[in-house]
């Protein structure tokens, strides 16, 4: 493929970014602020370069303050009901939340 | 380009681009589950609750201008129970109920809070992520954990309720808890390690003497700090995984908007 080479180098640091941000939290829970620096940048080099991805890795990601969120560490995961049932994820630092569907028929457009 | 001829084969080909994007690199997995333990898991608990007897009981209403919800409990032979009664609605037995954590939202909390020293969880669950966070949770508090497929057909009929996705037992301080104990013992040695790529560096260790000195909810950042200052020596390193970049071809099958293509 053509766009092989220039955006290679950046998934590469898109990749070293996202498990350093987990490393952090491993090792260090209380902190938050470098993880959501780590992944600060990810979300920018992937906005500037148009780089898209994955929806498991989006999830993981809180949309407004850019923290990683690892349920138990810096989110809160909770299964709510409204007529239809949902997973609610809640970001302990900025209180964003993040709604998935249950629905058991549901496949990602990335998945087809 | 190269000759007129040939890029109208290549326009042919990229009218389904191949889209590239980033994929996580941890693949949060459960641990493959052995069948033998498997049915071992099952029929264990099945057995002690039915021994138990331990059952959600709810009153058949009488209600003419609604659905009727008929859960009638299976295991008691008795009537149903009259308004009067004081065991109209509820559980049989309170003090078990208490050390079970039954359900995903109440076993999450009871994670969280390291209440719990095992953790079940039905397989058969559909979309994954109801039950994916409850992974990355236990192996962050060292709780064993398992996925048994069909959890939740098995146990649900003996407690009287319509699904169980996720059930946990807590620990238990004094000897009131000794109804689950040896059930949970030999459950837990069935029960293989999960690991988390990311977590290689710092592993919690076994929280049983903190935990019955500290009661709170800053046990779980608590325990992590004091394992760190113990393992200062060794050098954390998490070994980086290799770049996964996921391939995406559009669907060629799929039905395009007649969207109004201007051509200069």
Redesign the interface.
């Known amino acids: 493929m053509a766009l092989h080479l220039k955006d290679k180098e950046a998934y590469q640091r898109l990749n070293y970014l996202y498990q350093a941000a987990h490393c952090v939290l491993a090792q260090n829970p209380e902190n938050v602020e470098l993880a959501r620096f780590y992944c600060f940048s990810q979300k920018t080099i992937a906005k500037r370069l148009v780089l898209r991805q994955d929806p498991s890795v989006k999830r993981t990601l809180c949309k407004r303050c850019c923290s990683l969120l690892i349920p138990g560490v810096t989110a809160t995961t909770r299964q709510k009901r409204n007529k239809t049932r949902f997973t609610v994820m809640r970001c302990l630092s900025c209180g964003q939340r993040k709604t998935l569907l249950n629905n058991p028929d549901y496949c990602l457009w990335a998945d087809r | 380009m190269a000759a007129p001829g040939k890029p109208t084969k290549k326009e042919i080909k990229k009218q389904t681009p191949?889209?590239?994007?980033?994929?996580?690199?941890?693949a949060s997995k459960w641990s493959p589950l052995p069948q033998e333990d498997m049915h071992f898991i099952l029929k264990t608990l099945k057995d002690k609750l039915i021994s138990m007897g331990l059952e959600k009981k709810e009153v058949k209403v009488f209600r003419p201008w609604r659905k009727k919800k008929s859960k009638k409990p299976d295991v008691a032979p008795q009537p149903v129970p009259q308004v009067s009664d004081s065991s109209k609605n509820g559980w049989t037995d309170v003090a078990a109920r208490r050390q079970l954590a039954i359900g995903?939202?109440e076993v999450?909390k009871a994670?969280?809070r390291n209440e719990l020293r095992l953790l079940l969880v039905c397989k058969s669950v559909?979309?994954k992520?109801?039950t994916n966070?409850?992974i990355?949770?236990s192996t962050?508090?060292g709780v064993p954990a398992c996925q048994v497929p069909r959890l939740s057909q098995s146990v649900s009929e003996p407690l009287g309720l319509k699904s169980v996705l996720a059930l946990g037992f807590r620990w238990c301080s004094s000897s009131d808890g000794g109804v689950f104990t040896d059930t949970v013992d030999a459950i837990k040695l069935r029960v293989p390690t999960l690991d988390m790529a990311?977590?290689q560096?710092?592993k919690p260790e076994e929280p049983v003497a903190m935990e019955e000195e500290e009661g709170g909810e800053r046990r779980?950042?608590k325990r992590?700090?004091e394992s760190?200052s113990e393992e200062v020596s060794e050098s954390?390193s998490?070994t980086?995984?290799p770049?996964?970049?996921?391939r995406?071809v559009a669907?060629p099958a799929k039905k395009k908007k007649g969207k109004p293509k201007k051509k200069l």
């Open positions: 191949a889209k590239t994007s980033f994929t996580s690199p941890f995903i939202n999450t994670l969280e559909k979309p992520h109801m966070h409850l990355a949770l962050t508090r990311w977590l560096g710092a779980g950042q992590k700090l760190e954390p998490c980086l995984q770049l996964q970049v996921k995406i669907n």
